[in-house]
């Protein structure tokens, strides 16, 4: 329900309002308009919640199949719900559900706005018969309380893993369709065990979904015990995985049904595992290569996590849709880049890491890419730093089916417009390279446009400072590509120059152009 209500979230202040309306509208009106959807975020989580004690006419909580008591606990640490919104919200018997705590001064309190809405939630759930997705910072304890009133629960979105802590028993015994599982961290000595005691208890083989957004402390309990569920197990997102993990990722080689794997390196040190810890590299090496379902893998900051992928791109029998490999570096990722030309069933890749302009490493990379002739979304960051007019022209050549492209580069000028004219698909183009283009180049390029390229996003992000637009230039391009195709443009200097360059309009006999064959940081300390 508060995913589809018009006032979750309170709206914001530009809610259902166009440029000409917020121009007209004072700003006390604006901050009567906050105050009114405040009414409204107010009104619709007590009606919800009265409505589980059946104090209200129509039953609505029985209705309700997600539940976010993070959007409640928003409202109530709100700056604006007090006074006269918070007295209307906990009028009645809402108000034992109050819990106040010390405020930043002497005999001062303030709304605990989490455990008013875990006290809250205590109510709600009472009569929610078929909700099926529960989130939020859910205290110990809660959750035990609530289990056993949800029957259809499947889904379990946490802020902290601790409310699992004797969870696993009461969902194998009332929810026999829960199989998903999101955690925003659980830094604790016994998460490892504990976790691993969750994952044994619940139901064997119904986990489908396991993702960790921030800080976890897991390791070879936690990882062994999905083990319990390598038949159902398709998703698997551990984005901040410790030494202990990294170090136990082998212990993952029974779960082979996965469609989805992200791994995210959260140590201070990246772990060199092919060369420190060869033999997890390896297992974990056999581990992925037999994966044969997967379609969507992301890698990132492991060091040497490009040498994981390459076995993956090189398995005929496995055709992925996504990649992502984030911190590798050029002279390391020949073979990587290579294995790349093997997986034409690619709709989406993303590449960050350090290029090198020695060698034949920017040849490569581009030789591979350009055989992904399926590919609609094309992020490169960084590794991409010395692509040429020359280089990216032919990935616009070879691609045509791009929607979405972000790529750097160096001294690119007007010269690769011709050939991105036509992706006739293309609706975001993020130019970060550093670039040299006129305004009758990008003019020229927006007339070109067709239907395909409705609403398309435009951004010019390093801009040589010698060929700085003018404002009256931006303006026209904006109007020009909002015209041609309702679309945007954005506009932004090289780094650190946009000061410079104000500084040569107010004074251009002062300051001299840059020299392009002299370096800015030339007698300077690296």
């Not at 959807?37 to 007590?46: E, F, H, N, S, V």
């Not at 629960?153 to 409310?163: F, I």
């Not at 398309?456 to 390093?462: H, K, V």
Request: glycine fraction near 8%; aromatic fraction near 6%.
């Amino acid at each position: 329900m508060h995913e589809v209500s018009p006032v979750t979230n309170r709206g914001s202040s530009d809610v259902d309002m166009s440029a000409q309306e917020r121009a007209r509208t004072t700003q006390k009106a604006r901050l009567r308009q906050e105050e009114v959807m405040i009414i409204r975020w107010a009104q619709l989580w007590r009606i919800i919640t009265l409505s589980a004690t059946g104090k209200t006419l129509f039953p609505y909580a029985r209705y309700i199949r997600t539940l976010n008591l993070g959007d409640l606990e928003e409202l109530l640490g709100d700056a604006k719900f007090k006074d006269q919104v918070s007295k209307m919200f906990f009028e009645g018997e809402l108000g034992k559900c109050k819990t106040e705590t010390s405020g930043a001064k002497k005999d001062q309190t303030r709304l605990d706005a989490g455990s008013t809405s875990n006290n809250l939630g205590d109510i709600i759930t009472t009569d929610t018969p078929l909700l099926e997705e529960l989130s939020g910072k859910i205290e110990n304890g809660a959750l035990l309380r609530w289990i056993p009133r949800l029957p259809r629960l499947r889904l379990l979105n946490l802020w902290y893993g601790g409310a699992l802590v004797g969870a696993g028993p009461l969902l194998r015994q009332h929810c026999h369709a829960f199989n998903t599982l999101s955690l925003w961290g659980w830094d604790h000595p016994e998460a490892d065990s504990n976790f691993a005691d969750f994952l044994n208890e619940i139901t064997p083989q119904t986990l489908e979904s396991l993702e960790v957004f921030s800080v976890m402390s897991i390791g070879p309990e936690t990882l062994l015990a999905l083990s319990c569920h390598r038949e159902s197990l398709t998703e698997l997102k551990l984005g901040h995985v410790n030494m202990l993990a990294l170090q136990s990722l082998n212990l993952l080689a029974g779960c082979t049904n996965l469609t989805t794997l992200l791994l995210t390196d959260g140590t201070d040190r990246q772990i060199d595992l092919k060369n420190e810890h060869n033999d997890v590299f390896l297992e974990t090496v056999a581990w992925l290569g037999s994966c044969k379902k997967l379609r969507s893998v992301t890698i990132r900051k492991i060091r040497g996590g490009q040498e994981l992928v390459t076995p993956i791109l090189l398995e005929n029998d496995i055709h992925l849709i996504n990649l992502e490999v984030r911190g590798y570096m050029m002279v390391d990722a020949r073979d990587f880049h290579q294995a790349l030309a093997n997986q034409p069933s690619l709709q989406e890749l993303q590449l960050q890491g350090e290029s090198d302009e020695t060698g034949d490493g920017v040849a490569v990379l581009v030789e591979s890419l350009s055989q992904l002739s399926n590919l609609t979304d094309l992020r490169l960051q960084d590794i991409s730093d010395y692509f040429t007019d020359e280089v990216i022209g032919r990935l616009a050549r070879s691609l045509p089916k791009l929607e979405g492209w972000w790529t750097s580069g160096w001294g690119v000028t007007d010269a690769i417009w011709k050939d991105i004219t036509k992706l006739r698909s293309l609706r975001r183009l993020d130019m970060a390279a550093l670039s040299r283009f006129t305004a009758s180049g990008i003019l020229d390029f927006i007339l070109h446009l067709g239907p395909g390229n409705e609403g398309l996003a435009l951004a010019i992000t390093n801009a040589d400072i010698d060929c700085d637009l003018s404002e009256e230039d931006q303006n026209t391009i904006r109007e020009s590509i909002g015209a041609r195709v309702d679309g945007r443009f954005e506009f932004q200097l090289y780094r650190g120059m946009i000061g410079l360059a104000r500084e040569r309009r107010e004074y251009p006999v002062l300051i001299a152009p840059l020299d392009p064959e002299v370096s800015e940081f030339e007698d300077e300390s690296d």
